[in-house]
């Protein structure tokens, strides 16, 4: 049996677990609506595979948003396929059924009212408090739906099932040792009873609010009003009253036993202090149940840690026999785990290990040769350090063999953590073309592979056999661009008319729109560009979507022999990209040569209208200030940013600069990171500090609300990558989908209006030794002189990007050396108008 605690990513609270054994798997929660792309990340990991993953039987603890999370998107999207479910009961969790609410009641009033039943967000900022009060309102329409795609017959709902059900259920999961310890049906009635009583309560004072309208903005403040109004004097700050406390107090308390050894898991049950009347003597009972039903080998804390859910008395009750405790729930949470909880588990220390996913990320437990062990994705067991706002702890992705923890070992030592490796698939088959590419001043010999439809004899159907609509010139900024989507699939992705962004284009002057219905593959969308490319009118393309409107090409460019030589020089494996990149330079190639003669950018359209409307109108730049951050490690990054237009500013250092440090700028301007980044969080990047822990240095919440017409340089590895998974991670299961303005920088970027984000799609590489000139620095000096002497974002990567070939390989003591440059070469794209 093997018990995986899923990392929850940054925001507060949160459970997602995945037990494995007899290749059964039981899925229990689904942690955060926003963690969809990270847990389907670390599903991926667990099985090797991004859909269709068998849950032979899927566990809800509860109803809140933290637990039900993005179980309904992981089931819509196919990436889960559940057999059978044991789920909260919804009546008893929302405390009515869906047909009794407040029908009087807007949206966003109906909004606040499930909001005030979820677990006390006030912490958060106005912007996560806004996306919060939505996904409060949508909570029960999701889950209703997920449960009604389940079916009725594969469901038994806890509270309101019969004991035969359940018993038959517990028999069919027999090799897992399951057993539900409670609460029983009497506690759960206490609690529902509760939560009617508190609707009634937050009826009555959403009515006497000052709501002055129906948008979730205005709802904001009044949210911080009524919690205010519903705290409790008689607690302490660290431990008020939660008016989650009722839906708390219903999760399902289980354990499992298998392989001879045994497991409690306790979802949020706040054993230590229930906080809803009437229910301690429940409370106590539950608790000798789950005494009388031990000693368990691990145990997963309460309620995040938090002070409600244990105490020193359960814990030192608990540590007699027990060494192993988890806790599972967000980084960036100052109250989880809860402080004088961390000083409990400090305390004993030397009887216990404890690993937390806001520092280990995912972790294992199961039993090996020496017993049962934790597993760690990252850092050491025993961390009790407290989580602040601005917590530089960063999730990393899950490595293939997490390092091994024992029980029976108290490690006083760092344990070291095995390299990632991830498995990278390439087709073999006549789906892929080589083309022989010429690159400039080099004997590097370098093949692009380009994706092509074989799937059926028929050609899809052409557009149109003569040039793209043109309209009329009266020459400007515009003339000569050559504007590219699939107007089917974007009215798909953004759920509404494209027809306001059509009008827009059409109405610049003296630009060229070509709309491809079928859009198989990035070589077939090319070959139709191609046909209007080689006209000596266009300057540019610009495309109009993401990768599932207009593909990007998954670029595999170096040739047989190049990788040969990688080989023969032992540094094949070097590079996590696999040297696979998505890449937008197809769109530039006028003849076929595999070189790029026009400059492209591209507008992703982020499933949002409104951005690609506000890219459409970005203005031209304008460099009235700029702003920078680099790596500590990056020294190089000084000399290219003295250059950079817009002042006399000095760049940044990350070792002693974070998200804190950013103060609220907004205006035109130059802006320029050297920092990492990650492909499975575009909405921070980090530093490092002088002892190599890596810390957070700029988040989404750093980008300023408004930047009309700024240009944005990113060094950062998949700083411009705008979909959920990179290149080289790519199979044919994928569910390819993008990231949306508020789950990626440079998105949010384009959303306040600048004119472009340039970065990679890939992996970036950065020069170590002086004088710098290699690797990313010489494209970073040519893009900034090319926008000092006036060129557009687009214009100037392009120009860039000619000087780099020409120069290619800058470093020549290895073969590795010329391929990460050839990479450098492709990965950068330019992302917004770009004109």
Not at 496 to 508: E, G
């Given at each position: 049996m093997k018990i995986h605690i899923l990392d929850v990513g940054r925001t507060k609270y949160g459970d997602c677990i995945i037990i494995t054994h007899n290749e059964k798997v039981i899925m229990i929660d689904g942690g955060h609506l926003s963690d969809v792309n990270l847990i389907q990340f670390q599903l991926d990991n667990i099985f090797n595979r991004r859909t269709g993953i068998a849950v032979d039987l899927l566990i809800v603890t509860h109803c809140h948003s933290d637990h039900i999370g993005c179980l309904p998107e992981l089931i819509n999207m196919n990436i889960i396929e559940v057999g059978k479910a044991l789920v909260a009961d919804e009546e008893i969790g929302w405390g009515e059924s869906k047909d009794t609410g407040n029908d009087s009641f807007s949206k966003v009033r109906q909004g606040l009212r499930f909001a005030l039943q979820e677990e006390d967000a006030a912490s958060f900022t106005d912007s996560e408090l806004e996306l919060f009060l939505y996904d409060a309102f949508t909570l029960r329409q999701r889950y209703d739906e997920m449960l009604k795609k389940i079916g009725d017959a594969r469901i038994i709902r806890y509270g309101n099932h019969s004991a035969e059900d359940l018993e038959k259920l517990l028999e069919e999961f027999s090799d897992f040792g399951l057993k539900i310890l409670g609460p029983d049906k009497e506690h759960l009635e206490i609690c529902r009873k509760a939560i009617s009583q508190s609707n009634d309560?937050?009826?009555?004072?959403?009515?006497?609010?000052?709501?002055?309208?129906?948008?979730?903005?205005?709802?904001?403040?009044?949210?911080?009003?009524?919690?205010?109004?519903?705290?409790?004097?008689?607690?302490?700050?660290?431990?008020?009253?939660?008016?989650?406390?009722?839906?708390?107090?219903?999760?399902?308390?289980?354990?499992?036993?298998?392989?001879?050894?045994?497991?409690?898991?306790?979802?949020?049950?706040?054993?230590?202090?229930?906080?809803?009347?009437?229910?301690?003597?429940?409370?106590?009972?539950?608790?000798?149940?789950?005494?009388?039903?031990?000693?368990?080998?691990?145990?997963?804390?309460?309620?995040?840690?938090?002070?409600?859910?244990?105490?020193?008395?359960?814990?030192?009750?608990?540590?007699?026999?027990?060494?192993?405790?988890?806790?599972?729930?967000?980084?960036n949470d100052p109250a989880h785990p809860d402080g004088g909880v961390l000083r409990i588990l400090e305390k004993y220390k030397n009887s216990l290990l404890f690993a937390r996913t806001d520092r280990n990320g995912m972790y294992i437990v199961e039993k090996d040769e020496s017993g049962v062990a934790f597993l760690l994705t990252r850092d050491n067991t025993n961390d009790f350090s407290k989580n602040i706002r601005t917590d530089t702890t960063v999730p990393g992705p899950l490595p293939s063999s997490p390092a091994a923890v024992p029980a029976s070992v108290l490690p006083e030592k760092e344990i070291s953590k095995p390299p990632l490796n991830y498995a990278k698939q390439m087709q073999d088959d006549d789906s892929v073309v080589e083309i022989t590419a010429k690159v400039p001043h080099t004997d590097t010999k370098v093949t692009l592979t380009i994706e092509i439809d074989t799937s059926k004899k028929k050609s899809p159907d052409l557009i149109s056999t003569t040039p793209p609509d043109?309209?009329?010139?009266?020459?400007?900024?515009?003339?000569?661009?050559?504007?590219?989507?699939?107007?089917?699939?974007?009215?798909?992705?953004?759920?509404?008319?494209?027809?306001?962004?059509?009008?827009?284009?059409?109405?610049?002057?003296?630009?060229?729109?070509?709309?491809?219905e079928r859009p198989v593959s990035a070589a077939y969308c090319a070959e139709q560009v191609r046909q209007y490319t080689s006209q000596s009118t266009i300057k540019g393309v610009v495309i109009i979507g993401g990768y599932d409107i207009i593909p990007a090409e998954r670029a595999a460019f170096l040739d047989e022999q190049l990788r040969e030589d990688l080989i023969t020089e032992g540094t094949q494996s070097d590079d996590n990209d696999d040297f696979i990149i998505w890449s937008d330079d197809i769109y530039g190639d006028n003849d076929n040569d595999a070189l790029q003669e026009l400059p492209v950018s591209r507008i992703p359209d982020g499933r949002s209208i409104e951005l690609v409307m506000v890219c459409l109108q970005a203005p031209q730049f304008v460099p009235v200030s700029r702003f920078g951050v680099r790596n500590l490690a990056r020294p190089f990054a000084n000399d290219v940013f003295k250059d950079i237009p817009g002042g006399d500013s000095a760049i940044e250092v990350s070792e002693t600069f974070g998200p804190s440090n950013v103060i609220g700028h907004s205006g035109c301007g130059s802006f320029y990171y050297m920092l990492h980044g990650a492909d499975w969080d575009c909405t921070r990047f980090w530093g490092e500090a002088k002892n190599r822990r890596t810390v957070e240095a700029y988040t989404i919440e750093n980008v300023p609300s408004s930047a009309p017409g700024s240009i944005i340089f990113a060094g950062c590895c998949y700083g411009a990558l705008t979909v959920s998974t990179a290149a080289s991670k790519m199979t044919e299961d994928t569910t390819l989908s993008q990231w949306k303005p508020d789950e990626s920088i440079a998105l949010a970027f384009l959303k306040a209006g600048a004119l472009a984000f340039v970065g990679c799609t890939g992996e970036h590489y950065s020069p170590q030794q002086s004088p710098y000139n290699y690797y990313g620095k010489p494209m970073h000096d040519q893009f900034?002189?090319?926008?000092?002497?006036?060129?557009?974002?687009?214009?100037?990567?392009?120009?860039?990007?000619?000087?780099?070939?020409?120069?290619?390989?800058?470093?020549?003591?290895?073969?590795?050396?010329?391929?990460?440059e050839l990479k450098i070469l492709h990965q950068f794209v330019c992302l917004g108008l770009g004109w």
């Open positions: 309560a937050f009826d009555s004072i959403i009515n006497d609010s000052k709501l002055e309208s129906d948008a979730f903005e205005d709802a904001v403040d009044v949210y911080r009003t009524i919690l205010k109004q519903v705290e409790t004097d008689n607690f302490d700050v660290s431990d008020k009253a939660s008016t989650g406390a009722p839906r708390n107090n219903q999760s399902i308390v289980l354990s499992l036993e298998a392989e001879g050894w045994k497991a409690l898991l306790t979802g949020d049950m706040q054993l230590a202090k229930s906080q809803v009347q009437g229910l301690d003597e429940k409370m106590e009972a539950l608790l000798k149940i789950i005494d009388n039903n031990g000693p368990y080998q691990f145990i997963k804390l309460p309620h995040h840690s938090a002070s409600n859910g244990i105490n020193e008395t359960i814990l030192k009750k608990w540590n007699e026999n027990t060494i192993l405790f988890g806790h599972t729930g967000g980084w043109k309209r009329s010139s009266n020459g400007g900024r515009f003339e000569g661009l050559l504007f590219v989507t699939c107007l089917s699939r974007l009215e798909k992705s953004l759920g509404t008319s494209p027809d306001p962004i059509v009008s827009v284009i059409k109405n610049f002057p003296g630009v060229y729109w070509l709309n491809i900034w002189k090319e926008i000092r002497n006036g060129s557009s974002p687009a214009l100037a990567l392009f120009k860039a990007k000619e000087q780099y070939a020409r120069n290619l390989p800058h470093k020549l003591d290895q073969h590795f050396n010329a391929a990460v």
